[in-house]
């Protein structure tokens, strides 16, 4: 993996590690490009290139191809976000349980040491569509996390030159809660859209109502950014999906929120955070 460097390596930076290209801008895209758009320096790990996903239309890749597509794909999301660097970790997409997790967690470490982050975001445990790879990613990214910080863990990247690391911030991004959902679904209900294919597509992913959201993102002000990230990754986007049907007044609605659980460290009960970084350092 190229090192991840950046200009200035004590100044903010959030770190999103994922599993497949379009994961980034449906979880946290608005929340990212927020943050580019303050200069907090952005970065991205993907486990996969995504090569078993749909391909929506045949004329822009082939079940041979279509890593190396959606590769690209997340490269001009990302650009789009302005997030700064995105580094793929070379595992199969829909192959998590044949993954080389070693391998793939020291890569995570040596990113984490590397980068400094702030803050680093995964994966809820549960994968959020308990996608074995998400899965897969959130144990790992979370291991990692802590693994960057104990000089005991890949000794043998200290010996290279990087030193432990302990990021300040690990959050989980999650969908919204059941009530969150039904809140979204009576806004677009009273702007007159049809319900019922959000209702299919989202009802199961809701959130427990018992979890614990310490940041609710109101990125309305970069939902358009997160649409048009969104909209890069073309082979997963059929005219028919809910993204590229949905109505230009649904859109802060149905992508103007984002949730986040704080990990680690654990915050008080009640605590709430107007945003990833805020209060630091
Ligand atoms: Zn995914």
């Given at each position: 993996m190229r090192p991840l460097t950046r200009p200035d390596p004590d100044a903010p930076c959030i770190l999103?590690?994922?599993?497949?290209?379009?994961?980034?801008?449906?979880?946290?895209?608005?929340?990212?490009?927020?943050?580019?758009?303050?200069?907090?320096?952005?970065?991205?790990?993907?486990?996969?290139?995504?090569?078993?996903?749909?391909?929506?239309?045949?004329?822009l890749a082939?079940?041979?191809?279509?890593?190396?597509?959606?590769?690209?794909?997340?490269?001009?999301?990302?650009?789009?976000?302005?997030?700064?660097?995105?580094?793929?970790?070379?595992?199969?997409?829909?192959?998590?349980?044949?993954?080389?997790?070693?391998?793939?967690?020291?890569?995570?470490?040596?990113?984490?040491?590397?980068?400094?982050?702030?803050?680093?975001?995964?994966?809820?445990?549960?994968g959020t569509t308990r996608h074995p790879d998400h899965m897969a990613v959130s144990r790992l990214a979370t291991e990692a996390f802590h693994w960057a910080a104990d000089p005991s863990r890949y000794p043998w990247q200290l010996v290279r030159g990087l030193a432990p690391f302990q990021a300040r911030r690990l959050f989980y991004g999650h969908p919204p809660s059941s009530v969150g959902l039904e809140r979204v679904l009576a806004r677009l209900a009273k702007l007159g859209i049809p319900t019922e294919k959000f209702r299919e597509d989202f009802g199961g992913l809701a959130l427990p109502e018992e979890t614990d959201i310490h940041v609710v993102m109101d990125v309305s002000a970069t939902v358009d950014v997160k649409l048009r990230a969104l909209l890069c990754h073309r082979t997963q986007m059929p005219a028919e999906g809910f993204v590229r049907a949905l109505p230009p007044e649904a859109l802060p609605v149905v992508l103007g929120t984002e949730f986040f659980q704080q990990v680690w460290p654990v915050p008080a009960p009640g605590v709430q955070l107007g945003g990833l970084l805020d209060g630091l350092p």
């Amino acid at each position: 993996m190229r090192p991840l460097t950046r200009p200035d390596p004590d100044a903010p930076c959030i770190l999103g590690i994922f599993a497949h290209p379009d994961d980034e801008s449906f979880m946290v895209g608005g929340t990212l490009a927020h943050y580019a758009s303050q200069g907090v320096y952005t970065a991205i790990l993907c486990a996969t290139k995504g090569e078993a996903g749909e391909i929506a239309d045949p004329s822009l890749a082939t079940r041979e191809t279509l890593g190396q597509v959606r590769a690209g794909e997340l490269r001009r999301a990302a650009r789009v976000l302005g997030v700064r660097a995105v580094r793929f970790l070379g595992e199969l997409d829909g192959q998590a349980a044949t993954w080389n997790v070693e391998r793939l967690r020291s890569l995570m470490v040596q990113a984490i040491r590397q980068l400094r982050p702030w803050a680093v975001v995964t994966f809820p445990p549960g994968g959020t569509t308990r996608h074995p790879d998400h899965m897969a990613v959130s144990r790992l990214a979370t291991e990692a996390f802590h693994w960057a910080a104990d000089p005991s863990r890949y000794p043998w990247q200290l010996v290279r030159g990087l030193a432990p690391f302990q990021a300040r911030r690990l959050f989980y991004g999650h969908p919204p809660s059941s009530v969150g959902l039904e809140r979204v679904l009576a806004r677009l209900a009273k702007l007159g859209i049809p319900t019922e294919k959000f209702r299919e597509d989202f009802g199961g992913l809701a959130l427990p109502e018992e979890t614990d959201i310490h940041v609710v993102m109101d990125v309305s002000a970069t939902v358009d950014v997160k649409l048009r990230a969104l909209l890069c990754h073309r082979t997963q986007m059929p005219a028919e999906g809910f993204v590229r049907a949905l109505p230009p007044e649904a859109l802060p609605v149905v992508l103007g929120t984002e949730f986040f659980q704080q990990v680690w460290p654990v915050p008080a009960p009640g605590v709430q955070l107007g945003g990833l970084l805020d209060g630091l350092p």
